[in-house]
């Protein structure tokens, strides 16, 4: 499947492509639901055996630039920071390794010479607990499915778009 997905048979690419299916799916899932659904690809790398992607996504009026990459040190570092004139925003998500690590919203914003740091842990409850929980209203009927399956399509496709990038298909 992963031949089919990217055209290729180099195990770089493979293992690159396995890299966004699995650890980078949620991390562009959520920079989507956040900022929309790239237009398209300017550019992409692949670098360290197939282990760290690095892709500017364009989004039209403004461009994101998404990093990913397993390594060997002992700390989870994922984040979605977005930069306005202003002021900007800061998402923290924890290791999903360890159990009840809340996500944390940095928000910094200057006006005049007034300069605001706040942090906002909505809640204690981590985001997997709460992901299973409105799985389960999901299923009972008392929530709607805000992630319909057909979301992933963009998904699939922005990997594609990616890996079609780094080499120099796309």
């Known amino acids: 499947m992963i031949r089919t997905a990217t055209g290729s048979d180099d195990p770089l690419i493979h293992r690159a492509y396995s890299v ?26 692949i670098r360290c055996g197939g282990r760290q992607i ?23 570092d994922c984040y979605i920071e977005v930069f306005g004139q202003t002021s900007r925003t800061r998402i923290d998500f924890d290791t999903p390794y360890i159990r009840h690590l ?17 942090t906002i842990r909505e809640t204690f409850t981590d985001p ?16 709607e499915n805000p992630m319909p399956a057909s979301d992933s399509l963009h998904d699939l496709r922005l990997f594609a778009q990616i890996i079609a990038a780094a080499r120099g298909t796309g």
């Open 102 to 118: 809340p996500t944390l919203v940095r928000l910094t914003k200057t006006e005049g010479e007034t300069h605001v740091e706040q």
């Open 54 to 76: 690095s892709a500017i996504l364009d989004h039209g009026p403004f461009v994101t630039n998404f990093e990913t990459g397993l390594v060997s040190v002992g700390r989870f």
């Open 128 to 143: 997997y607990t709460r992901q299973w929980r409105l799985f389960h209203d999901v299923v009972e009927g008392r929530a």
């Open 20 to 45: 966004l299916c699995g650890l980078s799916s949620h991390d562009l899932s959520a920079l989507r639901d956040l900022v929309g659904v790239p237009v398209g690809v300017i550019g992409a790398a």
